[in-house]
């Protein structure tokens, strides 16, 4: 596949780190346009790869907000999609995406990995020309739909393609071999997080005072940080998160993405939502049940209880360690995968 032009859609942190080195792989002989949401620290990590950028500030704050931009969203992307004229368009699930590619009459790719979203179930995958999904989604959207081995957090973070730099991590901490707890908590504003929730703040609260006794505790945070917390936020380049996340002894978060990653980085790490129950995602149930590396919790007494449990094991890194080689020992490389389907869809 070459001399093609591809829109890329950014607008989250995880779809960057998600998109960046197949972006880099199909740059090599293809025209990129990323288009990009101004939210939390896209722009900030978009400088880290050389495409061209187009960026919008508009986007609501609920599902309502949402839905009564989309007719300024569009016009903005018609603008862009006019002036670049693209082949294909690409985004983790986007609606906006495959509206414009029925409008230009251009090709659209999705990366879903949450069978929860049911924007993508009903509306998005039905219009768009080609789906892409780890190969333990379970939804099945027939013959345009291709499954790759493994997870998208791959993508980015598998010894292929990240080494923690020690460095990057000294400048996180304050000394080399501090012992400290990793904690993430989001917003809670995407349309498919719409009635579900994670901590409350008095949970915050105990997790902390809690974790302190054990060793310091660092705080990643999507919304604004309440100010009791503000001394244990964490202070390094967005683009550094992961190398600081892979040092950690434990991960607590109510993230989604934050929880894989911990976990695929050889990082104990225990999820704490409402999505968690009998109709998890299929990732979250196969990090636990078949590979031992994440806990799901919706109930907060039993996360106390085995993050109890965690602390008292000596050998806790080392056995995270090992279990994480076991698992990229096998591990297919999704980056290649990836490309090897979006190639042949090209060409057909």
């Known amino acids: 596949m070459k001399n093609k032009k591809i829109i890329f859609e950014i607008t989250h942190p995880k779809h960057f780190h998600q998109f960046k080195n197949l972006i880099r792989k199909l740059a090599e002989d293809n025209q990129i346009l990323v288009i990009a949401r101004n939210k939390e620290v896209v722009l900030s990590l978009l400088e880290n790869i050389n495409a061209d950028c187009f960026t919008y500030d508009d986007f609501g704050k609920n599902i309502f907000s949402k839905i009564l931009l989309i007719p300024k969203l569009l016009l903005k992307y018609k603008k862009v999609i006019k002036r670049f004229r693209p082949d294909i368009v690409i985004s983790r699930s986007s609606a906006y995406s495959v509206l414009i590619s029925r409008f230009f009459k251009c090709k659209s790719i999705i990366f879903p990995d949450s069978e929860v979203v049911k924007l993508t179930k009903y509306f998005v995958a039905p219009l768009s020309d080609l789906i892409i999904t780890p190969k333990n989604y379970t939804i099945d959207y027939g013959k345009k739909h291709h499954r790759v081995s493994g997870f998208f957090e791959e993508s980015y973070l598998s010894p292929r393609y990240f080494k923690p730099d020690i460095n990057i991590i000294r400048s996180g901490i304050k000394h080399p071999d501090e012992k400290f707890f990793f904690l993430r908590f989001v917003s809670w504003q995407a349309n498919h997080d719409v009635n579900q929730s994670g901590f409350d703040l008095e949970q915050k609260r105990v997790l902390v005072d809690y974790l302190s006794n054990f060793g310091n505790v660092l705080i ?129």
């Open 220 to 348: 990643s945070s999507e919304q604004t940080i309440e100010k009791e917390f503000e001394k244990y936020r964490m202070r390094i380049p967005p683009e550094n998160i992961h190398h600081m996340l892979s040092r950690a002894w434990i991960y607590v978060g109510d993230s989604q993405s934050m929880a894989t990653e911990a976990a695929l980085l050889g990082v104990p790490s225990i999820r704490y939502n409402s999505f968690v129950g009998d109709s998890d995602m299929s990732n979250f149930i196969k990090l636990e049940k078949e590979l031992g590396l994440l806990y799901n919790f919706n109930d907060f007494d039993l996360l106390l209880k085995k993050m109890e449990e965690l602390l008292s094991n000596s050998d806790l890194k080392q056995e995270w360690n090992k279990k994480r080689e076991k698992y990229f020992k096998n591990a297919g490389d999704i980056n290649e995968e990836s490309l090897s389907i979006i190639t042949a869809f090209m060409e057909r």
